[in-house]
């Protein structure tokens, strides 16, 4: 419980940085919309199917997708960085993101949403902010997911909600979530451990 305190001490800081650089720092933030249609319910529901095919191939509970301007599924992706000599860098948001860019190139992915089970890490929003993305939808939030994996190391991951990396961009990018936590969290009911 002490680790789980810790994380908690993070997020609190995480977010207090997160304010702090907000007033500082000249840079458009992140948007937030207050309702999903039911589309995006649906979407988002589709990376938990994602999430839960990866925890059964072995790897992390994660899954991402991106649909197009039209809603259209363009490419989506289960988690494989924790698969035996698997490549840490590979979040199935981070894949999802560069593999969507290929397709979409930049005007299409600015019209483009990234669909996470959990709320993307660092790295994912970076990748995310880098291809254009325009949206970000996402259910499980980082301080639900921390429930989850503790302090453990072998688990790190960092105490920064996605809207305080996004934040500091230089164009707006709206962020939609968490969404449907406890189903969100449905794949990692035993996964951490």
């Not at 259209?72 to 698997?86: I, P, Q």
């Not at 993307?120 to 970076?126: K, L, N, S, T």
Request: glycine share 12%; hydrophobic share 45%; proline share 5%.
């Amino acid at each position: 419980m002490q680790n789980l305190h810790r994380r908690t001490v993070l997020l609190g800081a995480g977010a207090l940085v997160g304010l702090a650089g907000a007033t500082s720092v000249s840079a458009v933030q992140a948007g937030a919309e207050p309702a999903p249609s039911d589309a995006d319910l649906a979407l988002l529901r589709r990376t938990f199917v994602l999430a839960n095919e990866a925890k059964q191939s072995g790897s992390a509970p994660y899954g991402a997708l991106v649909a197009d301007a039209d809603g259209n599924v363009v490419v989506e992706r289960g988690n494989t960085s924790a698969l035996g000599d698997g490549d840490p860098t590979q979040h199935a948001e981070l894949v999802a993101s560069a593999d969507a860019w290929r397709v979409l190139g930049t005007d299409g992915m600015n019209h483009a949403t990234l669909y996470a089970s959990t709320e993307p890490c660092v790295m994912c929003a970076g990748a995310a902010y880098w291809t254009g993305i325009g949206r970000v939808v996402y259910g499980l939030p980082v301080r639900r997911l921390f429930e989850f994996t503790g302090d453990d190391p072998k688990q790190a991951s960092f105490a920064l909600p996605c809207r305080d990396i996004l934040l500091h961009g230089q164009r707006a990018i709206n962020v939609v979530g968490p969404l449907l936590e406890d189903e969100a969290a449905q794949p990692h009911e035993g996964f951490w451990g």
